[in-house]
């Protein structure tokens, strides 16, 4: 199931994407406020919305080409984790930056959430760049979870661009300034749920700016399983419904390239993983 936020004419919605048309939750016969409480509801209301979409109208929803996709929420945390790509921690090496044995992971702002078709806002960075990710929502409460049991606690996935102040990401050690400017969390286009993907570690990924293809990789040249970042995080605190895990980037960002190569304002960014979808986000002018 493809669940998204979106604006159709009648404010802020939540709907299913059946085929090329989205069917607003309303339209279905079911309330509710917020994209969290929908993952806090679990596994009994998607049942009722897969029960009711295969009872409605066939004329029922809206174009998806009518329509503007919105972030499909914005969670308690947003967390980052980074170099967990062999090919990517080797370009790091390159950089001269440490990779650590341990799982690094950072803050992004929950304010950095942007839409999957939003305008990125460079603001004071002269070095802006990109990073496709998998994203992963979390669904039941994780606490002291063991990675054989960390996939119940997913409910689905998601794609993020990373977008990095590289000339702020190190003005602090937790390098929190540089991932969360305002705009610089694009994610969507939609949550794929958990069910869809039987294994989200052989999922191609890529990103492209202006149509020329930056990465290229695929999830299982991961260093962490998720299975064992959300082991590694749910043993200090609770990871909580809707909570987002950005699973790291591959090989081939832009400050890693000779000379390195910046984003700049008009440029197009693409982001897609397979069976997920595609963001794509311009940044904006100054």
Known sequence: MKIARFEGGAGPQIGIVKGDKIVALSELGIKVSDMIELIEAGPPLLAEITENLDHCEAEAGQPLSAVRLLAPL???????????????ADEARRLGIAVPDNQLWFNKQTSCINDPFG???????????????????IGPSAKSVKAADAHSHIF??????????????????????GKSFDTHGPIGPWIVTADEIEDPETLGIRCFVNGEKRQDSNTRDFIHPIAAQIEYLSTAFTLEPGDILATGTPEGVGVAMQP???????DIVRCEIDRIGTIENKVARR
């Open 74 to 88: 914005r969670p308690r945390k947003f967390l980052g984790l980074g170099m967990n790509y062999k090919r990517h």
């Open 119 to 137: 305008e990125i806002e460079p603001g004071v960075t002269e070095r802006l760049d990109y990073e496709v990710e998998l994203g992963v929502v």
């Open 156 to 177: 689905g996935y998601i794609v993020v661009n990373d977008v990095s102040a590289r000339d702020w990401q190190f003005h602090t050690t937790t390098i929190t300034m």
């Open 260 to 266: 390195p190569v910046f984003l700049q304002p008009g």
